[in-house]
């Protein structure tokens, strides 16, 4: 599949997001972090999910310092998780919104860069517990809330290693492209009758200690920011990506 672009100057208004209740996971850092950040000027209502509870509070202030709605923050732990703790997790929102319009699967695990034949087995089971079953497992959970609300957009946050394999990427890469199709396959599922719509994004390089983490000798001065990319993680999950559903995207 040819991945579409975003468009290139895209910034949002701070209206952009205002009436929607959109989860973001992984938003204790990086990406995530910056995502939620812009999100809540945009006016959204925010669920914050991550794994260490400090750092989203930490997020949750910087919000509210900035004159933001205060978001709710779910503490939780992908590694470990358990089905009754997403269903538990969509009962807390069913109650307090009755609807989710937006869901933002950010979070995710570098793993291993090493050859398959080196390659630590419970690693790769964590790293596709984290990248690719969480996802699934919040997804089933949640999509009822999905289907109240008028106009929901699923967003998998994937990577150029998850449409092409390269050496030494692993688990990783695997789970990237397990999230890609994951991402089509719901949005055939919600093609009909639903207001529902699925698709992976790939953010490219960004400064963020995941990716100094895979490219430890790289200059980070060269790579944008997530608060560069941060607008297009707002396109996808806005209406103005409405109409887009099973595609992938690239945000650079
Ligand atoms: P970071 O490592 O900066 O942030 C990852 C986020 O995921 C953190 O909030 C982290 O929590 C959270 N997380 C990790 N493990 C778990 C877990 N077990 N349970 C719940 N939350 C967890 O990474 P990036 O911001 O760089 O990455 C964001 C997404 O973008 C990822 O899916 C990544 O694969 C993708 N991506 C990034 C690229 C880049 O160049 N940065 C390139 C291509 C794709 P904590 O704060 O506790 O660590």
Same mark, same amino acid.
């Given at each position: 599949?040819?991945?579409?672009?975003?468009p290139k100057?895209y910034?949002?208004?701070?209206?952009?997001l205002?009436?929607?209740?959109i989860l973001?996971?992984g938003?204790?850092?990086?990406?995530?972090?910056?995502? +939620?950040?812009?999100?809540?000027e945009?006016?959204a209502? /925010?669920?914050l &999910?991550?794994? %260490? #509870?400090?750092? @989203?509070?930490?997020?949750?202030?910087e919000?509210?310092?900035?004159g933001?709605?205060?978001?709710?923050?779910?503490?939780?732990?992908?590694?470990?998780?358990?089905?009754?703790?997403?269903?538990a997790? +969509?009962?807390?929102?069913a109650?307090?919104?009755?609807r /989710?319009?937006? &869901?933002?699967? %950010? #979070?995710?695990? @570098?793993?291993?860069?090493?050859?398959?034949l080196?390659y630590?087995?419970?690693?790769?089971?964590?790293?596709?517990?984290?990248?690719?079953?969480?996802?699934?497992?919040?997804?089933?959970?949640?999509?009822?809330?999905?289907?109240?609300?008028?106009?929901?957009?699923?967003v998998?946050?994937s990577s150029?290693?998850?449409?092409?394999?390269?050496?030494?990427?692993?688990?990783?890469?695997?789970?990237?492209?397990a999230?890609?199709?994951?991402?089509?396959?719901?949005?055939?599922?919600?093609?009909?009758n639903?207001?529902?719509?699925?698709?992976?994004?790939?953010?490219g390089?960004?400064?963020?200690?995941?990716?100094?983490?895979?490219?430890?000798g790289e200059?980070r001065?060269r790579?944008?920011?997530?608060?560069?990319?941060?607008?297009?993680?707002?396109w996808?999950?806005?209406?103005?990506s409405?109409g887009h559903?099973?595609?992938?995207f690239?945000?650079?």
């Amino acid at each position: 599949m040819t991945p579409r672009s975003i468009p290139k100057r895209y910034r949002p208004a701070p209206d952009t997001l205002a009436g929607r209740v959109i989860l973001i996971t992984g938003a204790s850092d990086g990406l995530g972090r910056a995502t +939620a950040l812009l999100a809540a000027e945009c006016g959204a209502d /925010l669920v914050l &999910l991550g794994r %260490n #509870a400090k750092k @989203l509070e930490a997020v949750a202030d910087e919000i509210e310092k900035k004159g933001g709605k205060a978001p709710a923050l779910h503490a939780m732990d992908f590694a470990s998780a358990t089905w009754p703790d997403y269903l538990a997790l +969509a009962h807390t929102l069913a109650d307090k919104y009755g609807r /989710l319009d937006g &869901l933002l699967h %950010n #979070a995710g695990i @570098l793993g291993d860069r090493s050859p398959l034949l080196h390659y630590d087995v419970a690693t790769w089971q964590q790293v596709m517990t984290v990248n690719v079953t969480a996802p699934f497992m919040l997804t089933r959970a949640c999509l009822g809330l999905l289907g109240q609300s008028e106009d929901a957009s699923v967003v998998f946050v994937s990577s150029g290693v998850g449409r092409k394999g390269y050496a030494h990427w692993g688990a990783y890469s695997v789970s990237k492209f397990a999230l890609e199709g994951l991402s089509q396959i719901l949005a055939e599922e919600t093609a009909e009758n639903t207001h529902i719509r699925a698709n992976a994004l790939n953010p490219g390089g960004v400064r963020t200690a995941m990716r100094a983490a895979a490219f430890p000798g790289e200059d980070r001065d060269r790579l944008p920011t997530p608060e560069d990319i941060a607008p297009a993680f707002i396109w996808m999950l806005g209406e103005s990506s409405k109409g887009h559903t099973g595609e992938t995207f690239d945000a650079q």
